[in-house]
Structures are given as C-alpha cells and as structure tokens.
C-alpha cells in the first residue's frame, strides 16, 4: 500500500544541497544490508557527498513537464501465454546452494517478522 | 515491554467507541504458470520442484508477465466495479527477506491496473440480513513468496529457531491485493461485515474462476486493519494491521479482539501504536510484530525488466461482457428458482454450499433434497475431515445421484447415509457402492413376508393391539421388523403387510 | 604466434569452409596463444579448454557434412564473464559469485553455441561491469596489449584485451555506459553497442536494467557485424527485446566495401558537446583527421549540438546505481555464491551473514555505487534524484531525435583518452566516471553505437577510437559508416592498427 512508505524521513535534509553524513551513509548501509567498517563509512562519505554534487547537476534541467523515459523502443502489453515450461531439477537447483536440507536451502535462522 | 491492558468487552468498546475497519486481500490465482515464468504452481509439490532460474532470482533471468494473470486481474477489477488503467507499470518493492528471492517483490505501487470499485456484500446483522457497501481502494497485480520452515526451538515457530529451511515453489504465484477503502459505519456490525466482505470476496472470485480461494491453503489470505474514533465524526484514529488472518470465522474474532484491545489502551488513556499485529488461532488474541516506525523503506521504482501495460478499451469492454452473474443477483435468481427461504438460502450460503447445490440441482435433484445432503450429511463429513465441503471427494452429481436412488426408493434416507460412505470411501459410485454394500431396499414380500411373521409372532400383545383396531401400534411391529432386517427394508411395504395379517 | 590468430574471424571461416585449416586447429591455436601470454594480459578468468575443443570437434563434423551452423560455425570466441554459461563459471568479477556455475545458458551464449562457436572462456572484467578499466576485478586487472603498465578500459577489458592480443578473434561485452565501445577505442579494436533492445538481456547479469546491452568486440567491422547477427533478434525470455527483424548487417558491410569507401550522400553530425574540454590533444587530433577523411569521401559533415548531453553523465550515475542496489540485492549468501559467517558472533542470523558477506564480497566501488543508488531511491529522494534523471532522459533522448532529424549518423571520439595507467584513477571515482562521458547518452537513449580505430595519439602512441552512433533499430548505419572509415584508414596505415601493436612476449 502507498502508506507504507511514507514513514518519517530517515535522511532529512533538503535535496538542493545534497551533503551526505557519515551517519547516513551507515543507515544507507543497513538498508542495503552491507556492513561498512569504520574506515570504510569515514572513506565513503565525502566520496559519496562529492559524486552527489556532481550528478545534482540534474536538478538545474527545469523538466516539470517532460515525461519521464525507461526505455528506447517504447513498448507495451509484452505477455507470455499461460503454459507451463520444464524448470530446473532439484540437483540444479540446489547445486550452488551454500548448504542445503531436506531438499531445502538451508540459511541461518531468520530474525523479525516476515514484512 | 508493553504494559498488559485488561481488555473492555465488546459491547463497552463500541458504547464509546466507533471502529474503521480496512481489510486487505491476497488472493492466489489459479493460472497453470506463475506471474513471471513458465513453472507450475501447483500447490503442494515437493520442495523446490516447481522452480527455475526466473522464480529463484538466479543472476541473468528475466521476467515475463504471464497474460493470463493479467487478464485475471482486469476481470477481478471489473467485478468490484473498478475502473481499469489505461496505463500502468510494476515497480520493485525493495526489502530483503530470504524467502523472496531477488530481495525485491515484483508488485504494482503507484499505478495499480483496477482502482477505485465498490462492491455491496449481504452482512447477517441481528435485524436480519442488511446490504452493506464496501468501497475498493484498489487491485493490484504481485508475485507471492517461497515458504520458510523453521528448524529448532518450537517447531515451526521463528523465535528460538536455530535454522530455516527454504521452498521456493510458491515464489512467483501470480497474486492479486485488494484493498479496500477505509470502511466506516459498520458500528458494531463491523466484525460480521469484515466476516461479510471475505464470503463475499470467496464468492465473486470462484464465480470468476480466477482462483481456488482455499483459505486453508493460503490461496486467499486476510490482513486487518482497525482503529478507533470516538465518534463517526472524528479523524481517524491509528490503526493497527493483523497478519495473516486465514479463516472467516478468525476475520470476525480479530476485529472483536482488536476493537476491545484498542478500547482498552484508550481508555487507560494511552495511544494506540501503529504496527502490524500476529494472529493466533488457537488463543484468539493478536501481538504485536513490527512497529511500523522501524519500517522499512520499500524504494519502490518502476520495474525496468518488464513493459508497461496497456489494456485496450475493446480487451476491457470484451472481458466486461464475459463476466458472470454478480453473486447478488444470481442468489436471488437461484433462490426465487428454486423456491427457497431467506433463512434457507442464507445457510446454504452460509456454509459456502451455494454452488455445490446449485451443480446437484442442476443434475436433477431437488432443490430442498440437494440442501439437506449438503448442510447436514456432508458438513458433518467435512467437519469430522476437516476440509471445506467442496474438497470432500464425491461430485453434486453423485449427490444428486443418491438422491435419485431415494426418490424411487431403491434406497431410503438410511441406506442414502451408507451409500455417502461408500461414495466417500472411494468404493465407486453410488450405483456401485449400492450393489457392493447390498444396501437395496427389500421390498420382496416373500423375505418381507417372513420377518413379519416372526415379528407378530415375537409380540403378541401388540399384534392384539392392532387386531383391536389400534392401527397406530403397528409402528412398534415395523420397528423390529425393520431391525430384523438392517434397516434394508421398504418401511411402506413391511406395514402394508403387517395391517394385511392383522385385519 | 600461429598466423591463424591473426586472422579476422570472417578470414577463419572462409579458411574452415574451404578447408584450409579445422575449427579444432584454429581453437587450439587461440588455446596456445592464451596459454602463452595471458598470464601477462590476465584477459581470462576462465578457460574451457576441453568444451572449446569438443565444441570445435563438433563444427567439423557439421562443416565435413556440409552443414555450417552459421557463418561462423567453428571460430571460437570469448564471452564477457557477465553472462550466464550452463556449466561453466561465472563470477561477474566478484568475489561474491565466487565458484558460481549457473545450470542455464544466458540467450546470448544459447546462440552463440546453437551457431557452432566454441567458447574459450570467460573475461575478465570491472566486478559487476562497474568501472572502466577492470581494476574493480576481484581476481586483478587485465593489461593492455599495447602497453602492458596500462588498461584495456572497462568494464569489458578482459574481451577487449583477449581480441586485442590474439587470443581470441571474437568476444562478447556489455554496454552499459560505454563498456563495450571504451575498451575496443584503447585497445584498437572494434565493439559495437546494438540498439537497446536488439540483443537479449535474459542471462546477462543485470547492471543497470534500461541501459544494459551485450554486443560484439572484434578486430574489424565485418566481424562485429557477423556476430551481432548472430547473437541479435527477438528473444521472448527478455521482455524488453525488441520483436522485429535486425536490419542486415552484414550486407551494409559489403555495400560499403563495394563502393570502396565512397560516402557520397551520407549526412554526418559531429556532437559538438562531445569533443571540446577534457580530451586529450591526440585523441581530438585523430577525430579531426577522421572527420576530413570521411568528407573527403563524400559525406557531408556537420556540427549539431545537443545541449542535454551535460546532464547525461549525472543522470547516469543516478539510474545505474538506483537500479544496481536493486539488481544487486540478491547476492545475499541465501541461495548462491560466497556465505561468510560473521566473525565473533555465535549462531549468527541470516541477516548477519547477509552484512558480513555482502561486506566482504564486494569490492569498493559495487559498495560505493550501492550505497549511492539506495540514497537516489529512498523515501523523499526519488522525485529529486531518479525521476529527475529519467526525465533528463527523456531530453537526451530528444537531443537524438532533432540531429537524427538532420543527419544520418553522429560522430565524436569515443573516449577522452587514450589508455591510462594502472592504479592512476582508482580511488577517484569522478575522474573514472569522466571516461565514459561520450559513450554515455546512447545508453541513455538506447541507441545503438560503435567504436572503430581512429588512430594512435601522437602524444602516448596509444590507440584512439572513433565513435558513431545511430538511431534506434538503424544498427546497419553503424556498419556501413564503419566499415566505410575502416577502409580508408586502413588504406592509409597499409592494414589494420592493431598490426602496429608491440608484439608480447609469451612462450609462442
């Protein structure tokens, strides 16, 4: 639903002049789910907060009314017929699996709730 | 830790309070393929058989939208009255959970294809059944998760797990959400409207055909919203969101527990807090799960894999004309067809039963006959079983079939209940199970004849009762005569005999 | 050095059609080169010596019966480590894919194999195509041929590198911001982006989802031609293919080779935007010569300006990390790949193992890139960061479609500098950014470009490239312009630039 996301900001600042603190760099890090050292969020923070002001160059291109473009060759209604196609064996699948039971993945034990 | 609140009862709750309820649907449907690719979705298969490198997320795979799933989406849309978009995308939901296995959910967001439909559901009140307008927010198209099991600690349950094991088959179902626009003036009604709203939901989408709508199988799952106001006037108050409320009967019993909930914390003075909320079956309260402040935020963006889609005025208007009776008009029309009364036809409806008798009547029973087979003998069957009725295996042909066999009293009602048996036993059909039990009526008066005697013979006194002209004693006589034989006797026949001895 | 691997590929199938040589001779001839020297150029990271031969086997077999595959059937080539091969291989250059062999084939390498060409192997390349110079590889970088302190560009450098030092007459890449069309200009090869649309995504592992396209690296014109046919059309596992013949390719290659060069009629665009400040003399050097070559064959040659070909490079680097943190997100140790356990946690959670792996498996720029693209996404960002971008997009877009409106093609170098050293820019991301500000808008606007030798600068001797670029689904443009440039130049140097390289040392 549209609500969910609409929750308090977790990185309130005006986007006009885009700084980014080290401290937003770490919630941006558990949002990705990458566990930045020290060294690595004091490295990557003005990195970062120089690429911003140079990418922010986008925001001078006054484009209120110009639609929004994805792709090259617009395209539209791209559908497969309903039938069922052979999958992977269970041996493939499982194969790159890091550790597997029951047929199963097996992945260590999954903490909150399901979202 | 939240302090515990002794709950205000129901009726206190709503005295002061007025509840909003908002209920969201996830109904599986029942394409041969999933959402995005050509794997089966066949529910119950051995793990991670119905999978391939799209639906397990592997590196490079692509999606490609099932056209089925969104013809199924459109007509669902239509059924509750939507308006259809011209134009519309997926966007990925961004969040990482290991049972989904691209770490986004391929979903609809800002642009769903059916918005802003309504539906009226029949809502059984103590005045009688009252009609009640549900306003649709919108229906949007979605891939369902694989399933974790849990391993360690209390079996099954995610605290105290050890390790989880993972089955992406159902990962990539096609689903459909349904959300409902805030439901407002169901006063204390608003348990039984919830319950009202989901029947009524099952209905529509098996009279479409677009999904097996089994509850206990998770093909069509509840989430609740509820909050309280102190007046039909006030702002809404905060809501709270219910999880995974899989039964009718538990969607009645989580808004009761959660409108004495909410009342209680707002009568202690306290605020409800906004966060989604676990339901318990077995002990028929909800606690707390994720507050909604620790959130995560989706980073929805438009899903560069896939095409827009763009359903043509003609394809919407073509599948418009397609659709079946709306379930109100076709109870009507079935209940005026068939003679019955609003009591009847509400329990027919009520224990989900409405298509199955109408298949029955349609292979010649009657109406009141194919009733009772499926409301008393067949629930009390699929209760004892535990399954919904149209799961136990017999067909409303071979209802309708057995109830042939009584009308032309091959069988009486007894006998009926065995044949059910036999059918449910996989012994055959009735025909069959009738010949294999020997469960035939005897209606010979040779073998009649005989047990007659032996009966007069037995009980004097009564056979001088009868002789006496107390013709009323002679169902003692048929009794045992009836005993004798098993029940397997034609019950007219065996007094005709009896008053021909006697006078 | 066996001639056969100097050999174009089109030279090798002549040759195995009419008997001369066998697939299996000319696979084990680049089988023996790669042996030799790409301990030096580190263009793989993986070989499949005995599938190549076996696949090789088999084109013979096909060839003695008289039934060719394809045009190509038995001339071996090497395929971008980015594509997914059933049974063999693939890393993305990550750690974090580490042992990963996928149980499908990517549509591309389905052909590639349904058209009788052996696979030598997998390239190296910028861990996830991030990058442009295969520094970012996990598994080190690979060399330029023509200097070996320098880089073969990226993200494709392992294919440009492979096809630049003999060992292999074919490879595949991916474009995502220039990274087939930036290697082959350093590298004085030939690459070519296809229109968006025009080559399967399906079993490419996804960079950036709208901008991604695999295409041809070759040492010439026709080359890159043949293959594109053959790796190119509608694939119905790729929703995003575009469901329409390819234009021909390979007889827009002999048109121009029939008119021997003559361009009488074709109107060429040169981008003022892309040329001026930020580009190295030699490079702008070469372009102008190449310029007053191709007028003097008759094209008429303009300037056209698209404004909104600044902003290209900050959209870019907007939308390919917005839909990089996205398509990256499964790499989560669950499923596949690399599962590192935290250290000093006892019976971590899966979302531990998640951090810690997704920590140490990939490298500093997939991080930095991640990092960016979840900030242009999140909660009050988007508006201002990718939807912005998209709209820029929008107006690039238009730029294209006012000067194809003008003129045939547009032309400009196709990239800033020649090859620069190792390490130089490795910490510097704005400075590797800057590589792909001429390569950029066409991913931007799914059109469809390509780079062909324009020279060396005078100042390093090191190759520069041309770039031409065409509008969508008028991939033949490309060809006929190319081949056209390539002729005259060749004429001019007395054969192809590459012949100028250094010869490497090796055991061969």
Redo the contacts between chains.
């Keep these: 639903?549209?609500e969910?996301?609409?929750?308090?900001?977790?990185?309130?600042h005006p986007?006009a002049d885009p700084t980014?603190t080290r401290d937003?760099?770490a919630h941006?890090?558990?949002?990705?789910?990458?566990?930045?050292?020290d060294a690595?969020l004091d490295h990557?923070a003005p990195?970062?907060d120089?690429?911003?002001d140079?990418?922010?160059?986008?925001?001078?291109?006054a484009?209120g009314d110009?639609?929004?473009?994805?792709?090259?060759?617009p395209?539209?209604?791209?559908?497969?017929?309903?039938?069922?196609?052979?999958?992977?064996s269970?041996d493939?699948?499982?194969?790159?699996?890091?550790?597997s039971?029951?047929?199963?993945?097996?992945?260590?034990?999954?903490?909150?709730?399901?979202? | 830790m939240t302090a515990t609140t002794e709950l205000v009862s129901y009726d206190e709750a709503l005295a002061a309070f007025d509840p909003v309820l908002g209920l969201e649907v996830h109904v599986e449907l029942n394409t041969a393929s999933k959402m995005f690719c050509g794997c089966p979705t066949v529910f119950g298969a051995e793990p991670n058989t119905q999978v391939c490198p799209v639906c397990l997320g592997l590196p490079g795979a692509l999606p490609v939208v099932n056209g089925a799933a969104v013809e199924a989406a459109i007509r669902i849309g239509l059924a509750l009255n939507c308006n259809i978009a011209e134009w519309c995308r997926f966007a990925r939901k961004n969040y990482f959970y290991p049972d989904m296995p691209k770490n986004f959910q391929t979903s609809q967001y800002d642009e769903p294809i059916a918005f802003d439909g309504w539906t009226d559901v029949a809502v059984d009140t103590v005045d009688g059944v009252e009609s009640f307008r549900v306003e649709i927010e919108r229906a949007h198209m979605e891939e369902d998760t694989g399933k974790s099991l849990h391993v360690g600690g209390s079996t099954g349950r995610i605290h105290g797990a050890v390790h989880s094991l993972l089955d992406y088959n159902r990962a990539g179902v096609p689903l459909i959400e349904i959300v409902t626009k805030p439901i407002e003036g169901a006063g204390t009604n608003a348990p039984a409207v919830a319950r009202a709203y989901v029947a009524h939901l099952r209905e529509l989408l098996l009279g479409l055909g677009v999904s097996d709508v089994r509850m206990e199988q998770g093909s069509l799952r509840c989430d609740v919203n509820l909050s309280l106001r102190p007046a039909p006037s006030a702002p809404l108050g905060t809501r709270s969101e219910t999880k995974n409320v899989n039964s009718l009967r538990s969607v009645e019993r989580a808004v009761r527990y959660e409108v004495s909930r909410q009342a209680a914390v707002l009568t202690a003075g306290r605020h409800v807090v906004q966060e989604t909320r676990h339901w318990h079956e077995d002990t028929g309260v909800t606690t707390s799960g994720r507050s909604k402040e620790a959130a995560e935020d989706y980073r929805y963006f438009p899903e560069p894999d896939l095409a827009p889609i763009a359903p043509s005025r003609a394809w919407v208007e073509e599948l418009r004309a397609s659709l079946p009776e709306p379930p109100r008009e076709r109870r009507a029309r079935l209940q005026a067809e068939w003679g019955m009364s609003d009591l009847d036809m509400r329990d027919v409806v009520g224990a989900g039963a409405l298509p199955l008798v109408e298949q029955t009547v349609a292979a010649g029973a009657d109406p009141q006959a194919a009733k009772k087979w499926w409301l008393s003998e067949l629930a009390r069957r699929a209760n004892e079983r535990n399954v919904e009725l149209a799961e136990l295996p017999i067909t409303p042909a071979q209802v309708a079939e057995i109830q042939g066999l009584v009308d032309v009293n091959r069988v009486n009602d007894k006998l009926a209940r065995q044949v059910f048996d036999g059918v449910l036993a996989g012994e055959g059909t009735p025909e069959e199970v009738v010949v294999a039990r020997g469960l035939e009526v005897v209606s010979d008066d040779s073998a009649l004849g005989d047990a007659v005697d032996k009966a007069i013979a037995a009980n004097p006194d009564v056979a001088e009762k009868v002789r006496g002209g107390k013709v009323a004693a002679a169902g003692a006589l048929i009794g045992v005569v009836m005993k004798e034989m098993r029940g397997q006797a034609d019950a007219g026949r065996v007094r005709e005999l009896i008053i021909e001895r006697l006078t | 050095m066996s001639d056969l691997v100097r050999m174009t590929a089109l030279q090798l199938a002549d040759a195995i059609a009419r008997g001369e040589t066998t697939s299996v001779e000319v696979t084990q001839a680049c089988l023996d080169r790669i042996v030799a020297v790409d301990e030096t150029v580190h263009a793989f990271l993986h070989v499949d010596a005995d599938g190549a031969l076996a696949a090789a086997r088999d084109s013979d077999q096909r060839r003695a019966a008289g039934r060719p595959a394809s045009a190509l059937d038995g001339v071996p080539i090497a395929v971008k480590d980015v594509l997914a091969t059933k049974g063999m291989p693939t890393t993305c250059g990550s750690r974090i894919l580490q042992g990963w062999v996928p149980p499908y084939d990517a549509t591309v390498v389905a052909r590639l194999r349904a058209a009788g060409l052996p696979i030598l192997g997998k390239t190296n390349m910028d861990e996830f195509a991030m990058g442009s110079s295969t520094e970012h590889s996990a598994y080190g970088p690979s060399r330029n041929p023509w200097d070996l302190d320098r880089v073969p560009g990226g993200s494709g450098g392992g294919s440009s590198a492979a096809v630049a030092a003999y060992e292999a007459p074919l490879a595949i890449g991916t474009d995502t911001g220039g990274s087939i069309r930036q290697p082959a200009a350093v590298t004085g090869t030939v690459g070519a982006k296809p229109t968006y649309g025009g080559v399967s995504r399906y079993g490419l592992v996804a960079l950036a989802s709208s901008l991604d396209q695999a295409g041809p690296c070759t040492r010439s014109v026709a080359d890159a031609a043949a293959l594109h046919e053959i790796i190119g059309g509608h694939d119905p596992m790729d929703s995003t293919s575009i469901d329409q013949p390819l234009p021909a390719l390979r007889d827009a290659v002999a048109g121009a080779e029939r008119s021997g060069g003559d361009l009488s009629g074709l109107r060429v665009g040169v981008v003022k935007e892309l040329g001026g400040e930020g580009y190295q003399d030699g490079v702008r050097a070469r372009f102008d010569e190449v310029t007053k070559l191709i007028t003097d064959a008759g094209a008429q040659v303009v300037e056209v300006s698209c404004p909104h070909f600044d902003y290209a490079l900050g959209a870019y680097y907007l939308i390919l990390p917005s839909e990089a943190s996205s398509n990256l997100a499964k790499f989560d140790a669950m499923r596949y790949g690399l599962r590192l356990l935290p250290e000093g946690v006892e019976a971590p959670s899966a979302e531990q193992v998640m951090t810690a792996t997704r920590a140490a498996g990939f490298g500093a720029e997939v991080k930095r890139r991640i990092i960016l693209g979840t900030y242009a996404l999140s909660s009050g960002y988007y508006d201002a960061y990718y939807g912005q971008a998209q709209k820029v997009r929008t107006l690039v877009a238009r730029d294209f479609e006012a000067a194809f409106a003008q003129v045939d093609v547009l032309v400009s170098p196709t990239a800033p500098t020649t090859a620069f050293r190792i390490g130089d820019k490795l910490d510097d991301p704005l400075a590797m950014y800057l590589n792909d500000i001429a390569t950029i808008p066409a991913n931007l606007a799914g059109v469809a470009g390509i780079s062909v030798p324009s020279g060396l600068a005078d100042e390093d001797g090191l190759p520069a490239g041309l770039q031409v670029l065409a509008p969508a689904l008028a991939d033949d443009r490309l060809y006929r312009v190319g081949a056209a440039v390539e002729s005259l130049l060749h004429e001019r140097w007395g054969g192809p630039l590459l012949s100028q390289a250094p010869e490497l040392g090796g055991r061969s």
């Design positions: 639903m549209a969910d996301t609409s929750g308090p900001d977790p990185l309130d986007v980014i937003e760099v941006l890090a558990h949002l990705a789910r990458i566990d930045l050292t690595e990557l990195q970062l120089q690429i911003l140079a990418v922010a160059k986008v925001s001078e291109v484009a110009i639609p929004p473009t994805s792709h090259a060759v395209l539209t209604n791209v559908f497969r017929a309903d039938q069922v196609r052979p999958g992977l269970v493939e699948v499982l194969a790159g699996a890091p550790e039971e029951q047929q199963r993945f097996r992945v260590p034990r999954i903490l909150g709730e399901e979202a």
